[in-house]
């Protein structure tokens, strides 16, 4: 649950962060695709092609998670989350020097990389990089729970999604403010996330050993 919380703050301070710096979504591949044509459909195909470079780094970050699983096993969770932390970085240090195109196309392969490994909390499937799904599951659930007059447990589930959704939110508004704020510094707060989750990886995996 932890890991869940940290994962969907850091997806949520990084879709802020894209969209302020870059004017791209580094998780929401729905809203660059409907921008792509909103764009397009009136003729201005340079700003809609500034939407594409994104959903090609989502697709290979899936990629590459499909081919860590492979060559990795159960320590691709744990790799997805170094190179997430180490591209974060790079961005970070290098944004003053970096065209627009490059910190875009990091920041949406390690987003790719990361719904792609951390699928499921508590054994439920999620998402640690959108709302929508984590959205529709908790209102079904507490629709469940209501219906479900006298079942204990019916609002455990329910109420994971709705703090994932939660947690997302938070990640925005901070993502927002920070990177009006300290820009130049901004990105080390999703960094510091996925640096808990990291250790929180391994101590799991320690502990299931």
Known sequence: MQVALLLAFAGGYLDAYTWIIHGVMANAQ???LVLLWVHG???DWQQALHFVPPMLAFAAGIVAVAWLRLVAGDRASAICILVEIALLVTVAVLHNRLPDLAGTIG???VA???TAIFTKVEGATYSSVMITGNLRQAIEG???AASAVGQAGMLRRPGIFASVCVAFGTGAAIGAFATKA???IALGVPVTALLIVLLRCEAGRRGST
């Open 41 to 43: 459909t009136t003729g």
């Open 30 to 32: 729905t809203a660059n």
């Open 142 to 144: 507490l629709f469940a």
């Open 112 to 114: 790719a990389m990361q």
């Open 182 to 184: 300290i820009p130049d």
């Open 107 to 109: 920041i949406s392969f």
